[in-house]
């Protein structure tokens, strides 16, 4: 085998691992329309995918002036399961990117833990990471706090410098550069509008690829121009 281009790849799940966002938003969207928030899909692909959902319904009730209360989380959490189960899907080519990186890889994700376990065993990939799962529950802060991105680092025996992090949001993209790592910019998600590209390279996406194809070359393309 040769040797590892980097110490450690991170990958965020949501968007990247699996093909999510939209499921997740459709469930959104409805939910708050029955609360009383009208909110578009494109509005909450822009302002809250990356982040976690405590910090979205934080936000929410602040905009809005509203109360969401424990049953909206609880509601949302049911049925997003329910999607899921009816519709989940690893992102096309992602097992080959697995298996194809020599070192180490790990999750680091807004999502939940509980959450991750489900979708990641839903797309057959929860084996492939084991315990080597990092959620912003773990954490004091979620992206764009490095936090999250810190702590996975720390526990897979890495430097941050020679960590590379795939992420599809600019929260994402954001975390990794404060952390002091490099990143780069998914766009094959079903989620990724015209211009997202430009948007995560803006945001500190030191490359942006918009299929799982890309990204082996990407990341020893990256690991050369940084020697």
Not at 57 to 65: G, M, Q, T, V, Y
Not at 101 to 119: D, F, Q
Not at 183 to 190: L, N, W
Request: contains cysteine; aromatic residues 6%.
């Amino acid at each position: 085998m040769r040797q590892p281009d980097w110490d450690l790849v991170i990958f965020d799940c949501d968007g990247v691992l699996i093909d999510s966002e939209l499921l997740t938003i459709d469930v959104e969207v409805a939910l708050l329309a029955e609360a009383g928030v009208a909110i578009t899909a494109d509005e909450i692909i822009e302002r809250y995918v990356g982040i976690s959902m405590k910090e979205m319904i934080a936000d929410l009730e602040a905009r809005f002036a509203c109360s969401l209360g424990d049953e909206f989380a609880v509601r949302h959490a049911r049925q997003v399961r329910d999607a899921f189960e009816r519709g989940l899907e690893a992102m096309p080519g992602v097992t080959a990117v697995l298996a194809g990186v020599p070192g180490k890889i790990c999750v680091a994700s807004s999502s939940s833990p509980e959450r991750l376990r489900h979708t990641l065993g839903i797309a057959g990939l929860y084996e492939r990471f084991n315990s080597h799962i990092f959620s912003a529950s773990m954490v004091p802060r979620g992206k764009p706090a490095p936090d999250l991105f810190l702590y996975a680092a720390e526990r897979m025996d890495a430097a941050a410098p020679r960590c590379l992090v795939i992420e599809d949001s600019i929260p994402g993209i954001e975390a990794a550069a404060s952390a002091g790592m490099t990143a780069i910019g998914f766009t094959g998600g079903s989620h990724c509008r015209a211009g997202h590209a430009a948007r995560l390279g803006a945001a500190g996406g030191a490359m942006t690829v918009e299929s799982m194809s890309e990204m082996l070359p990407a990341m020893a393309a990256l690991s050369r121009r940084l020697r």
